[in-house]
C-alpha cells in the first residue's frame, strides 16, 4: 500500500484545515484507513481511522467532535477534516494504513502497517 498525503499548513486558532491521502498498490477493501501525528517531542498518537469498507469512523476524545474522517472509494482518497483547530494539534501528520481497529484501554491505540510522508500542520494562537 502507497500512501501520499497533502494539504496541511499554518492556520489561527479556531481556523479549519484539511488533508487528504491518495490510496495505492494493493487491494485495501480490508483495511482500516487514518491518521495518526507526531508533535516535537512527543511520541506519536492517534488522530483518526475509518473502515473503507464499512465506513466505521473511529476517534480519540481530543479530536472528537472537531475532526473528521472520509473516504472517496471512487478517487481512492481518504480525507482529514479539522475544524476549530488549537494549537496543542500543531505536528506532523501522518496518513497510515492497518488491517487492525483502533483498539481503546482508556486512550485509543493503533498499529499501523503502511504509513506515508508527514505534512506538517502548524496552528498559531
Known amino acids: 500500500v502507497q500512501l501520499q498525503a497533502s494539504g496541511g499548513g499554518l492556520v489561527q486558532a479556531g481556523g479549519s484545515l484539511g488533508l487528504s491521502c491518495a490510496v495505492s498498490?494493493?487491494?485495501?477493501?480490508?483495511?482500516?484507513m487514518g491518521w495518526i501525528r507526531q508533535a516535537p517531542g512527543k511520541e506519536r498518537e492517534f488522530v483518526a481511522a475509518?473502515?473503507?469498507?464499512?465506513?466505521?469512523?473511529y476517534y480519540p476524545d481530543y479530536v472528537k467532535g472537531r475532526f473528521t474522517i472520509s473516504r472517496d472509494s471512487a478517487k481512492n482518497t481518504v480525507y482529514l477534516q479539522m475544524n476549530s483547530l488549537k494549537p496543542e494539534d500543531t505536528a506532523v501528520y501522518y496518513c497510515a494504513a492497518s488491517t487492525e481497529d483502533p483498539i481503546y484501554r482508556g486512550s485509543y491505540y493503533w498499529s499501523t502497517d503502511y504509513r506515508g510522508q508527514g505534512t506538517q500542520v502548524t496552528v498559531s494562537s
Open positions: 475509518i473502515r473503507w469498507s464499512e465506513g466505521i469512523e
Open positions: 498498490g494493493r487491494t485495501f477493501s480490508n483495511y482500516r
